[in-house]
């Protein structure tokens, strides 16, 4: 049995119209940042067009690139109007939508800098800004913890009017021991309702169809089993090199980056056994049960199961593009890896001697 299933920008899909949000003011960390300037403004945009934007929605973005508020704004539309992920782009409709930005020059590492946020806050707030207040972590899970702890320590983390919520990227900590530690400096800080922890493939129309597809479809869900599959077969081919991303990439690499969130995720999703109802409790349960039948791997395994590699220098639309130790910012000797593949076993009823091959690059 052979199915294939691609996702792709949703630059022509036609929606239910959505609900408009609550006022607030996003305020974003590493907003000079490649996911700032590839994925969330232009999301923002298209959030705008659709007029699920409050009129009192504002964005301030945090940043070490020393730059104005205009020059901000230039540079995320400059961006925006080049994006695949930007739908119906046009000059009028980012007029009126960088209205909305801001920009902010901060060191998020110095314990000084957040009076100094709450202060811009509290300003913004005096001229009719909105008191709800959204703080979006889109940075290395490094320095999550300091960001976390900086806002807790003058009182950005409760509202005495209005509301306060977090939302933190993947990759949400190194490894166990340090994502345990990150959550324990979250859960110390922030009330647990108020704490978004994301992973954005996820929120991609094919990826939320992939259960639709499944238990929803009387001619595939007979047959989606070890007796009529042969293997699965996940991959996330990139289109692009490590760009502008250098820092994130060497401290994170495929692994980090891809596999251990948004594959592993396409993965659950792909594996999981229906779910009592659709709601959240109910999937996670599911995927978490998957997740626990992955067969754990001995050293001998991670070398028999497992690959490792980097991109060299060739061509990308026709453009010669550098290897990824000459990409600017990257170590000449890294090791990290922009390639990774993955042999998952799951071991229950259902995929008993199916493998699992999860591979990016």
């Known amino acids: 049995m052979s199915a294939i299933i691609q996702a792709s920008p949703l630059e022509k899909l036609t929606r239910e119209p959505l609900p408009t949000g609550d006022s607030c003011v996003l305020v974003i960390f590493g907003a000079s940042g490649d996911l700032t300037k590839r994925k969330l403004i232009p999301g923002l945009y ?28 230039k540079k995320t539309g400059e961006a925006a109007a080049k994006s695949k992920d930007t739908r119906d782009f046009s000059e009028s409709g980012w007029t009126d939508f960088e209205t909305r930005l801001n920009y902010m020059v901060g060191d998020i590492n110095d314990p000084k800098f957040y009076p100094q946020l709450r202060v811009r806050l509290e300003e913004m707030e005096k001229n009719g800004s909105s008191p709800n207040h959204l703080f979006y972590v889109s940075t290395p ?27 933190l990227e993947k990759p949400f900590g190194r490894d166990l021991e340090s994502a345990r530690a990150l959550n324990d400096v979250v859960r110390g800080v922030f009330d647990e309702k108020t704490v978004y922890r994301i992973d954005h493939y996820l929120g991609k129309e094919t990826v939320q169809n992939i259960v639709v597809f499944r238990f929803s479809n009387s001619l595939f869900e007979p047959v989606w089993n070890r007796n009529y599959i042969e293997y699965v077969e996940i991959t996330a081919a990139e289109t692009v090199g490590v760009e502008n991303r250098a820092a994130f990439y060497e401290e994170t690499g495929a692994l980090r980056d891809m596999v251990a969130n948004h594959l592993l995720q396409l993965l659950a999703l792909t594996a999981m056994e229906p779910p009592v109802a659709f709601d959240a409790d109910s999937v996670r349960e599911q995927k978490v049960q998957v997740f626990r039948s992955i067969r754990p791997m001995s050293v001998e395994d991670v070398a028999r199961f497992t690959a490792r590699g980097q991109y060299g220098s060739g061509v990308i639309d026709g453009k010669q593009v550098p290897g990824y130790r000459q990409e600017p910012g990257v170590d000449p000797r890294s090791i990290t890896e922009t390639y990774a593949a993955v042999k998952f076993q799951i071991e229950n009823w259902r995929w008993a001697g199916v493998p699992f091959y999860i591979r990016t690059g």
């Open 46 to 73: 298209n959030l705008s067009c659709a007029g699920c934007m409050n009129p009192e929605f504002e964005v301030l973005g945090i940043g070490r690139t020393p730059m104005s508020s205009e020059e901000f704004r």
């Open 141 to 167: 899970a490094s320095v999550a913890g300091p960001i976390i702890e900086g806002l807790g320590a003058v009182g950005l983390n409760r509202r005495d009017h209005g509301w306060t919520r977090i939302v």
